[in-house]
């Protein structure tokens, strides 16, 4: 695949022209929807964005393509968020050890999961007000990630697998006794 833009739909003319507010945040288009990084400066954005492009490429998750990388524009369009790179970053992401390198990239994708690394809020059984955000007025699925804890299992297992029966509590299905979780009078003997 050579590198550059990988053109997907129709797109107006001056598809990579600045719309709508920049965010210090990167993007990585997985499937049909992006995942929207975000996080304080050095907390592992640019490094997220490439495991899921490698775990793309490896068939741990569909095809995943680089959005943007270290800064990106959102869009409400309908009722979706649309990302795409800044036009002077489009095709380059930070690579630690390596420097900043050229990478195939797709110049929008909506906007389907929001990560937020080094979240205060990030919790072992979160709060379900927790795991959305939203943004310009729509609602997105969010994964709070704390400090120190790799966001990359976490991605994987949001997109691979689906809510317990009990969405409302996560924690309902051990305290019931359903699925593969251990029974709550073994836990607390």
Do not use: W
């Not at 979706?80 to 690579?95: N, S």
């Not at 909506?110 to 959305?132: I, M, N, Q, W, Y």
């Not at 969405?167 to 019931?176: E, I, W």
């Amino acid at each position: 695949m050579s590198q550059g833009s990988l053109k997907e739909g129709s797109l107006n003319e001056g598809s990579l022209n600045e719309v709508g507010p920049s965010v210090h945040a990167s993007a990585v288009k997985i499937g049909q929807r992006a995942v929207l990084i975000r996080g304080p400066s050095g907390s592992g954005k640019s490094r997220l964005a490439f495991d899921l492009i490698m775990a793309g490429r490896s068939g741990v998750v569909e095809r995943a393509v680089l959005v943007g990388d270290d800064r990106v524009h959102l869009a409400t369009v309908g009722d979706e968020i649309e990302v795409r790179p800044a036009p002077v970053l489009a095709g380059l992401i930070e690579i630690r050890g390596l420097g900043i390198r050229r990478f195939d990239f797709v110049e929008h994708a909506t906007v389907g999961l929001v990560v937020d690394l080094d979240a205060a809020d990030a919790e072992r059984l979160p709060a379900t007000d927790s795991l959305k955000t939203l943004i310009s007025g729509v609602e997105i699925p969010r994964i709070p990630v704390g400090r120190g804890y790799s966001p990359l299992p976490l991605v994987v297992a949001a997109l691979t697998t689906t809510k317990s029966s009990s969405s409302v509590n996560p924690s309902g299905d051990c305290l019931k006794g359903n699925g593969n979780h251990m029974n709550p009078t073994i836990a607390t003997e």
